[in-house]
C-alpha cells in the first residue's frame, strides 16, 4: 500500500521533535519534508541526535514544494505564523493539522483579546475543526483544517466537558490548577526557562490573561450547551520535562452523588482508546503518562465542602500537542486510531 | 553573656537537621542535646556530614536528661510521640517548642477524626500557643507550649488570614492549591518517594481529608472571626527538595478594589521581618524562599471573575517548620526576632 | 503466525516494566506470564498504571507453570535467585534470558570474590552465552541460556573492546569514569535512594571492588585476547531517571593516529543497529538515547596528554538491561534484530 | 568599629549573587556599590527577589565611583572584562578579588593559548596572588591583586596537591572526572542550558582544552615542585543547580601505604577551616557542601590496580567562587577568616 506523505512545518522545536518521533515509526505514512528557518540544509541528526539515522534534511519553508510533496501537512510553528501557511496549503489541496494556537478559538474578537492583534485569516476560522478527537472526531474525519487543543486545555475539557456535558454541575466558579514541565514553553531559549532558574523553583504564572483560557472556557462552554462561561484558570511551572497534571474544582448541582459521575465519564470515555479512567478517588500522576498519548482522569466528590475535584495527566507534548496531532490524522485519513501511537 | 541551653529532640530527620543548621549558628543559643532513637550514640556528623565539625553526638530521649541540660526543647518528634515528651518536659521547667502536629488543633474532636486516635494529652491543647509570629506574637512571648504550624498551613493561612480578618472576602468556597516539595514529606523511606517514583512527576494527594485541612480551617475561620469554616485544599507533590507554593482563590465581598486588599496586606505585614510583599499582580516563587525564613506573598484581582487570587512562597523546612520554630523561641526568649535567622 | 509465548520473571521491578514496555509492542511475542511474589494476584496495572490496558496479572514464580505457558523466560530477579530459577526452566525446555548478574562470570571464583557467596549453579556458566550482539550474536543464536551485561559494562565494553581488539591501546592503566541514573539502583527503597538524599547531590560510590568490574575486566580482556587485566572503575550516581555515561581514558600505543580508533569503531559497529558512531571529537549525551536500545560513542585523541579518551551514552534500562535482553530474544527466535526496538 | 567598604562588579550572575548572599550577613563589611550594566538603575531585589529587603541598587560600572566608595572590590565579571578593571582600580588605591580567570595563570603565552586572545595585562600577572588560602595564605594576607581560583580548580588542586606536595606520587598520567552543576556554566541564556535540554542529561563536553586545564595543571606542577606537568581532565556537566565533584585517579610511588596519604593530608589540612576530611575509604557527596565554603575530601589507595583515588566536592559558587573571594578578603583584611562563611 502505499504510504501518506507527510510535511512537518516548523520542525525544529519540541513539538515538531515529538511528531518526528511519532511520524517516523508510523506504519502508514512517510515524512517527506521537516521545515526550519534556522536549520536549514541541516541533517535532522544535527538537531536532534535520536533522529541521526534519518535521512531527513531540514528544508526552508516553501508552499510550493510542501504541496508538490505532501497530503498532510502540520505546523508546527509560532502562532501568527502558522496562519500564513495555512490558507496557500488548503489551496494547494495539502490538508493541514495545525499545533499553533491560530485555528483554535472560533471568534477572531477573542483571539484579539487575548494575542493582542488581529486575527490573520479569520475566514478559516469557520472551517475549522477543534482536534479534540473525544469531542469531535466525527467533524475531525471530513476535515481539511484541525485546530489541535493547547496542552492546557487538553487536560482541562478532557475532564471536565464530560461532567458539564451530563449537566452535573454548575458553569459558574470553576477553577483549574494546573502544573506543567518545562518544555511546554518550548524549545525557548531565554533567562527564566535555563535550568538554574527552573529547577528547585515552583511559580505560578499567567494566573489572569493565560491565551489558553479562552480556548478552554469556549469549549467547556460549548460542552454545557451555553454561549459563554468564565473561570479561574492558574497555571504553574515545574521543574519536570514532559506532563500537565490539572485539579480541577467544580460546584455540583444539588443533590450530585458520585455515581452520577462515574455513569457520566463512563459513557463519555470507556470506549475512548487514549483516556483512562481511574475511578472515583482516583488520582492522576504524569509519571504514567509521559511518553504516551493518554490522559489519566480521576475524580472526587468532597463530602467536607461538597465540591467536585477533578483530576487529570497527559504528556504536554504527545496528547498535549504532537500525540494528539498523530491522532486527529489517523482518523482524518482512515487509519486505525492508535497507530504509530503505542 | 550566658547562652540559653536548646534541646533538639528527633534530630535525625530533616526538620532536625534544619533546626541544626539554624541553631548551632545562633549566637544566643548552645544546643547541648539532640536525640535520636535510632542513631544514639552515633556523632552528629555521621547522620549529617555538614555538621562533622560540631561535637555533638546523638543520645536516646531521656526526660530526666532533657531537664537536666536544656532550657528549651524542640519537638521535632512524629505526631503522637511528642505529646509524650511535652508533658513530662514542661513538668520538668523545660518550655517546648514542639514542630509536631500533636498541639495546632484546639479541639480534640477534630484530632480524633483526622489522626485516627484520641488525642494523647487533651489538657494541654489548652495552654498550647500556636507558633505563628504573625498573628499571636503576643501569645508567644508568655507561652510555655507552642504549637509551631504546618508547613502547608503556614503558607495558606499568612496570606489569607489577612484579607479574611479584613472582612474583605467570603469564607465560604476558599481553594487553595499547594505544590510541596519531597522533603516535606519527611526522611521517609517508603517507595512513593525514592527518587524514579517522585522526579519527572507531579501528582495531587490526599485532596481530601489531608490532615493540615482542620489546622487551616481552624486558622481562617479564627481570622475571620466565625467558629468555623469548610474549604478544599489541594496539596501536590514535586520533584524539588524544598519549597512550597500555595495559590489561593477567595471569592472577595461586592465592590472589593485590589487597593482594599493591598492596603489590608500592608497593615498586616509591612513591619513584619519575615514577610515580603510583592505588591498587586506579583506572583511568588519558591526559588526566592528557600533557605531562608521568608514567605513571598502576591496578590490578584482578577477582572474576568471577580475572584481574588493569593500566591505565597515558603521553604517547607524553614518558615514551613525549624526557622519558624526558633522565630518563636527568639520571641519566647527575648532574642532579636530575627537572630540565626539571616 | 503464532506468536512466541514469553514470561517475565521478578517483573514488578524497573527491568520488568521496560521489559513489558517493549515486550507488550512487539509483533512476534506474546507477554503470557509475569511473576512477582510481592505483588501476586494483583492487575499489572495496579503496580504500573501505564500499562493499565493490559489484562495480565502477577501471578507467584512457579516453573511448572511457566514451561507450561512460555516458550522464553526473562528473569529480573536479584542475583543469586535467578539461578535458582535457571536451570529448571532449562530442564523443562525454556530458554533463558537472564538479566542479573548471575550468569555474566565465566570463573566462580571470580563471583564468590566480588558477591561474597558460592555460584549457585557453577556448571551452568559454561554454557552461558555474554548477551552482547555487538561482540556474540553468534553464540546467542544458538544459545539456550543468555546472560545479558550489566548497565555499566555494555556502556564500557562497547567502546572499549573495539580498540583494544584492534590492538591500538594498552591494556593496562585504563580508567572508566561513569554516571549512572538512580533506576539503576533498582526500584529499591532505601535511604540513599529516596528523592531529597539523590537531587541536588552529585557522589562517586564504589570505587573499589565494584561487582560489575569482573565484568567489564573479564570482557575487555578478552576483546584485547588476553587472559586478564585490571582496570579502574569509577561509578557515579547523579539525579537523573535514566541513563549512564562513561567517559573512558586509555593508553594507546606508541604512534597511533585517530584515524585508525575511525577505522576500528566502523569496522566494529558501522553495521550494528544499535550503536551510533559520532566520529571523532563526538561527545556522547544520555539525553539521546534515553527510551531507545541505542548505544552512542565518540572518540578523542587528547594530543595534549597523547591519552585516548572515548564517550558513550546508554539507557540503562534499555540497551543497559531489558532493550538488550529484548534484542538477544530476536536474535534468539530469528525476528529482526530491531523488533519491538524502534 | 568602622565597616570595610566593597563593592562588587558584575554582581548580576550567578557569582554576584553568591557575593552578596555572603556579604549582606558579613559583619565586618558594608557592601556599597553593586554595578551591571544590564540593570543599572535597578533595586537589587527586582533582580534577586531574595534580597528585596537591601536597599541597594545597581549601578553601571564606573571606575572613579568605585574608588569613591569601596576599599575592596570584587570582580564578577567575564574574562577579558576585568582586566580592564582591575589596572586602574589599584591605581586608585582599591584592593581587588578578581573572580574571573584573567589572573590565575602565571604566563601569558599559557592564556593565550586557552583564550585565543593575547593577555589584557600581563603585568599584573606577576603582583597577582593566586586565592587558594590552603596553599597561599601568606601571601594572601599582603596582596593587592587577589586571583581567585576556578570551581573546578579548587576542587581537584586542594585533594591532588596534598600528595604531590608530599611526593607520594608520581606527576604523569593523573587523570580527573569532574561533574559540575549547571550554575557553573554561569547565568548564561543558551540552548544548551535551557531546562528541558539540561534535566535528564548527563554529558562531558571539553574533554581536551578546556580553559581551565592549564590553571590545574600549574597549580600541580607547582605544588610538585616541577616547571610543568600534562594531565587529563574530563568535565562533565550533570541536573543540579550547585556543586561540583571531583574523582581524581594518579599513580602513587612505589611501596605507597594508605597511612602515608592520610598523614600528608592531616599534615595539610587538619587546621583548615574550610576542608573537611573523610578518611582513607571516605567519598565526597556534593550535597554535604553545598551552600557552604567547605571541601570535602576522601581518598582510597586501590589495591587492585595499585592507583590511588581522590574524591573530593565543593559548592561551585561558595568555595568555587565567592565564598573563597570571601575568605581571601578576610585573610586579607584582618577579619577572623570564616566570617561570614559559617
Not at 173 to 187: E, N, T
Amino acid at each position: 500500500m502505499e504510504k501518506m506523505r507527510v510535511a512537518i512545518l516548523g520542525a525544529s522545536g519540541y513539538s515538531g521533535e515529538e511528531l518526528l518521533r511519532l511520524l517516523l515509526r508510523h506504519a502508514g505514512v512517510e515524512v517527506t519534508c521537516i521545515t526550519s528557518r534556522q536549520n536549514a540544509g541541516e541533517p535532522v541528526g544535527r538537531v536532534f541526535p535520536r533522529f541521526a539515522e534519518s535521512a531527513l534534511r531540514f528544508v526552508a519553508p516553501d508552499v510550493a514544494r510542501i504541496a508538490a510533496c505532501a497530503d498532510v501537512a502540520f505546523l508546527a510553528l509560532p502562532h501568527g505564523t502558522a496562519s500564513e501557511y495555512a490558507m496557500p496549503l488548503l489551496e494547494a489541496g495539502v490538508k493541514v493539522i495545525d499545533i499553533s494556537a491560530d485555528f483554535r478559538l472560533r471568534d477572531a474578537a477573542v483571539y484579539k483579546k487575548y494575542y493582542k492583534e488581529e486575527h490573520p485569516s479569520p475566514a478559516l476560522l469557520k472551517t475549522a475543526v477543534y482536534g479534540l478527537p473525544e469531542r469531535y472526531r466525527a467533524a475531525i474525519r471530513g476535515a481539511r483544517l484541525i485546530a489541535c487543543p493547547g496542552c492546557y486545555p487538553t487536560s482541562i475539557i478532557l475532564p471536565a466537558a464530560a461532567v458539564l456535558a451530563a449537566g452535573l454541575v454548575e458553569t459558574g466558579g470553576i477553577v483549574a490548577a494546573s502544573l506543567s514541565g518545562v518544555s511546554g514553553a518550548g524549545r525557548k531559549v531565554d533567562l527564566p526557562y535555563i535550568f538554574p532558574e527552573c529547577n528547585e523553583s515552583v511559580r505560578p504564572y499567567a494566573v489572569t490573561g493565560h491565551r489558553h483560557l479562552p480556548e478552554i472556557e469556549q469549549e467547556l462552554a460549548a460542552a454545557a450547551g451555553i454561549p459563554a462561561l468564565a473561570m479561574n484558570f492558574l497555571p504553574h511551572l515545574v521543574p519536570v520535562n514532559r506532563g500537565i497534571h490539572s485539579t480541577i474544582v467544580l460546584q455540583p448541582k444539588a443533590g450530585l452523588a458520585v455515581e452520577q459521575v462515574t455513569a457520566a465519564m463512563q459513557a463519555a470515555y470507556a470506549a475512548e482508546p487514549f483516556v483512562r479512567l481511574l475511578g472515583p478517588g482516583g488520582l492522576a500522576d504524569t509519571k504514567h503518562v509521559t511518553y504516551t498519548n493518554m490522559c489519566e482522569i480521576g475524580w472526587t466528590l468532597d463530602a467536607h465542602t461538597g465540591r467536585l475535584i477533578l483530576s487529570s495527566a497527559i504528556d504536554n507534548l504527545t496528547k498535549g500537542a504532537s500525540g494528539q496531532a498523530v491522532q486527529c490524522m489517523n482518523i482524518l485519513c482512515g487509519f486505525e486510531e492508535g497507530c504509530g501511537l503505542r
